[in-house]
């Protein structure tokens, strides 16, 4: 019972990158921009979060900080895309590789330093519940905050008017800009969201979740997330219950290790990568489905006056 308590500990810390990313991510789509600049994005967080850890030793700034690198990359992304009218896609590339090499520059004089782990903030008077306190209550505050903002995105999408605004900037940006709704800089705003959750997320890898910098940590997560929105269906409980899925199958790898099963680790760090390509290839089995959900308007630019 300890082991699968300390498993879904595991999981659901594991999962958290994936699902701050990925809803995020999901905000961007849902305003029509394609963002394939995740991965970069979460590197520049990455490293942003881990100076600022070094130099202030408040995890708290060094997240927020690592979100602000987030949401300024993205702001560059949204400046060519949306205002400059660049392909959506080979911009997102761009920033996703410019990322890669700006972290290794950037990163350099931080590689052999560590930072001291943060002790989990836990839930008072739950924390402390046998097995359910330390498969649960006992995470750094990160952790919850994906949860808080997967019910925040649901209720904002779907509970609120400029939730519905932004659904119909992502349906038909033409009839959004016929009522007279500013469509560029809503799309605008729903990228710097998205770039801020990416430095999220990327910011707990580098200080919490690892917490050093190593160049090129992200492996691979910010193209995960990618695939979860399409994943689940642009919805927002899905994504949370995918990236915790894909958490889970990232920390078997080191449990199976540990439980002495004698598996090449090549082939146990391929698991989640593999994960991807099955779940994709499922849901592409339905395109009509995928179709009945994604919006309309996904990834197509829109040119005011046009």
Same mark, same amino acid.
């Given at each position: 019972?300890?082991?699968?308590?300390?498993?879904?500990?595991?999981?659901?810390?594991?999962?958290?990158?994936?699902?701050?990313?990925?809803?995020?991510?999901?905000?961007?789509?849902?305003?029509?921009?394609?963002?394939?600049?995740?991965?970069?994005?979460?590197?520049?967080?990455?490293?942003?979060?881990?100076?600022?850890?070094?130099?202030?030793?408040?995890?708290?700034?060094?997240?927020?900080?690592?979100?602000?690198?987030?949401?300024?990359?993205?702001?560059?992304?949204?400046?060519?895309?949306?205002?400059?009218?660049?392909?959506?896609?080979?911009?997102?590339?761009?920033?996703?590789?410019?990322?890669?090499?700006?972290?290794?520059?950037?990163?350099?004089?931080?590689?052999?330093?560590?930072?001291? @782990?943060?002790?989990?903030?836990?839930?008072?008077?739950?924390?402390?519940?046998?097995?359910?306190?330390?498969?649960?209550? @006992?995470?750094?505050?990160?952790?919850?905050?994906?949860?808080? %903002?997967?019910?925040?995105?649901?209720?904002?999408?779907?509970? $609120?008017?400029?939730?519905?605004?932004?659904?119909?900037?992502?349906?038909?940006?033409?009839?959004?800009?016929?009522?007279?709704?500013?469509?560029?800089?809503?799309?605008?705003?729903?990228?710097?969201?998205?770039?801020?959750?990416?430095?999220?997320?990327?910011?707990?890898?580098?200080?919490?979740? $690892?917490?050093?910098?190593?160049?090129?940590?992200?492996?691979?997560?910010?193209?995960?997330?990618?695939?979860?929105? $399409?994943?689940? $269906?642009?919805?927002?409980?899905?994504?949370?219950?995918?990236?915790?899925?894909?958490?889970?199958?990232?920390?078997?790898?080191?449990?199976?290790?540990?439980?002495?099963?004698?598996?090449?680790?090549?082939?146990?760090?391929?698991?989640?990568?593999?994960?991807?390509?099955?779940?994709?290839? %499922?849901?592409?089995?339905?395109?009509?489905?995928?179709?009945?959900?994604?919006?309309?308007? %996904?990834?197509?630019?829109?040119?005011?006056?046009?």
């Amino acid at each position: 019972m300890d082991a699968a308590a300390l498993l879904i500990a595991a999981t659901l810390s594991a999962g958290t990158p994936f699902a701050i990313a990925a809803l995020g991510l999901l905000m961007n789509e849902r305003a029509g921009v394609v963002n394939l600049g995740a991965e970069g994005m979460m590197l520049i967080a990455a490293v942003a979060g881990f100076a600022v850890a070094i130099h202030t030793g408040s995890d708290l700034l060094a997240i927020g900080g690592g979100a602000l690198a987030g949401a300024a990359a993205a702001a560059v992304f949204g400046l060519f895309a949306i205002y400059l009218n660049t392909n959506q896609y080979a911009t997102g590339l761009a920033l996703s590789l410019f990322g890669v090499g700006f972290s290794a520059f950037v990163g350099i004089g931080y590689v052999s330093r560590n930072l001291p @782990r943060t002790a989990p903030t836990g839930v008072p008077g739950l924390a402390d519940v046998p097995l359910l306190g330390t498969a649960v209550f @006992r995470h750094h505050w990160a952790v919850y905050l994906g949860i808080a %903002l997967a019910i925040a995105i649901a209720w904002f999408l779907y509970r $609120t008017r400029a939730g519905l605004v932004i659904r119909s900037v992502g349906e038909s940006p033409e009839s959004a800009h016929a009522l007279g709704l500013p469509v560029r800089g809503i799309r605008f705003a729903a990228v710097c969201f998205g770039g801020a959750c990416c430095g999220l997320a990327g910011g707990y890898l580098s200080v919490v979740y $690892t917490p050093m910098w190593v160049d090129g940590m992200v492996a691979g997560r910010g193209w995960i997330a990618l695939a979860l929105t $399409t994943f689940a $269906t642009w919805r927002p409980a899905r994504v949370l219950v995918g990236a915790y899925l894909f958490g889970g199958v990232t920390i078997i790898q080191f449990h199976l290790q540990g439980f002495g099963v004698e598996v090449a680790s090549q082939l146990l760090s391929m698991l989640p990568y593999v994960a991807t390509i099955v779940v994709l290839a %499922l849901i592409s089995r339905n395109p009509d489905w995928i179709r009945a959900n994604m919006p309309a308007s %996904l990834g197509k630019p829109f040119h005011p006056g046009n």
